[in-house]
Structure formats: C-alpha cells, structure tokens
C-alpha cells in the first residue's frame, strides 16, 4: 500500500450519525494531519497530531494515532449534511517537512 | 485569519506555452511549497523551499518546472513549456516549520 491510503474510500452516511475515516502509512513519521477538501476548492487543514500522541480532539473531530500499527483515525461526530467533502490524510516526513497525501474518503452526509 | 493567496485562480493555456503561477505566502511563515491534484487523484508534492532555495523536490519537478521568491512576499512557480499532462490544480502552501501548513484555494491549470 501506499503512504497514506484512507479507508474507506466513500462513505454515506445520514446527518446526526458519525462518520469514521480510517488513514494507513508506512514510514515514520513527524506528524499526520487531517485536511478537508470541498469539491474543486482548497484543502482546509482541520488537526494535527504528532507522532507522540495518540489522540486528539477538536470540536466535532477526534484523531487517533497508532505509530505501532502505523495508522490513524478521524472521527467526525454528530454530522451535518455542510460536513460533505473529501477527507484527506497527510504525514509530514524528514526535515524537508513536506507532506506526502493519501487517496482520500469522499463523505456524503444526507439529511 | 491569515490568508495563502493564489493568482490566477484558473488559467487556459494552449501546449508549449510558459506559465508563471503565482502565491503570496503567510507573511512570517518561512518554508514555501506547490503542490498539485489533477482531476480525481491525490495531491502530490512538487517542491519545497525554505531560506531561499529549494530543499526538495519531487520526480515531478523535472526541468519543465522552476520556483522563484522574486521579493518578500511572492512565491512562484513557472512551467516553462506546458504539456497536456500539466492540467492540474496547483496549490501553494506556507508553513512555520514542524506544524500545520495553511494551503492556497489553488490555481486550475488548464493545457489545450
């Protein structure tokens, strides 16, 4: 697998559920960060968390980082149909500090 | 909040022409990159740049591709001969180092 393939790739859910996004990643890492992506626009950096922490929170999102596994999650909760886009993960790798993009989680959220 | 700022936000160009895309970074922030997404794939990395260099590259950043901080605050990437495969969305990104990046809205390139 690649560095950084999201799981699953779609995902539909309805407003008021939780959407579960899953992101794994083979080499160390500095950090993952979590980035959202409305259809054609600008990716919009949503959380960060770096590689000695395992979880993170804010507002409707919480993060999970597992370096063991190699993998992390995000978890959106209570969501509203303004929640769909596309979900990337990112890992920031070595000094050069760039950041290498998984495939991404398209959310529908329904109402 | 501060803002990364791209120009244009969509440009046409016919093959073989040059292109200068064109950024405007966060003013304190001290390492620069473009990245791309051509239609439906992942962003990719292109290039970094940080004290006035570049620090990495991509295999993508061939010698088509060249960037430029031609004042304090602008940031430029230029495609000297542009082929079909460079239609893509071009994004800028600044960051301080070692946390999160604030990305550009992106320019779309389009090659006809």
């Known amino acids: 697998s690649q560095q950084g393939e999201e799981d699953p790739q779609a995902l539909s859910i309805q407003e008021g559920e939780n959407a579960t996004m899953n992101c794994s990643y083979k080499t160390s890492i500095n950090n993952l960060q979590w980035y959202r992506q409305n259809s054609g626009r600008g990716l919009v950096h949503l959380i960060l968390i770096r590689s000695n922490e395992r979880e993170k929170h804010s507002g409707r999102l919480r993060v999970t980082l597992d370096t063991s596994k190699k993998s992390s999650s995000l978890l959106i909760t209570a969501s509203r149909a303004a929640d769909t886009a596309s979900y990337f993960c990112?890992?920031?790798?070595?000094?050069?500090?760039?950041?290498?993009f998984g495939t991404g989680t398209r959310l529908q959220v329904t109402l | 909040e501060p803002e990364v700022t791209q120009t244009p936000s969509h440009q046409v160009t016919q093959m073989g022409q040059e292109v200068i895309l064109r950024c405007v970074p966060i003013?304190?922030?001290?390492?620069f990159y473009w990245y791309r997404q051509i239609l439906g794939q992942k962003v990719e990395f292109l290039v970094s740049f940080y004290n006035n260099e570049i620090s990495e590259k991509s295999e993508i950043f061939d010698d088509q591709f060249s960037v430029e901080r031609p004042d304090g605050s602008n940031f430029t990437l230029k495609i000297r001969s542009t082929k079909l495969e460079d239609s893509a969305m071009y994004f800028c990104a600044s960051s301080v180092g070692g946390g999160g990046y604030t990305f550009g809205s992106g320019t779309r390139l389009t090659v006809v």
């Open positions: 990112a890992t920031e790798t070595g000094t050069a500090s760039k950041l290498t």
């Open positions: 003013s304190n922030h001290l390492y």
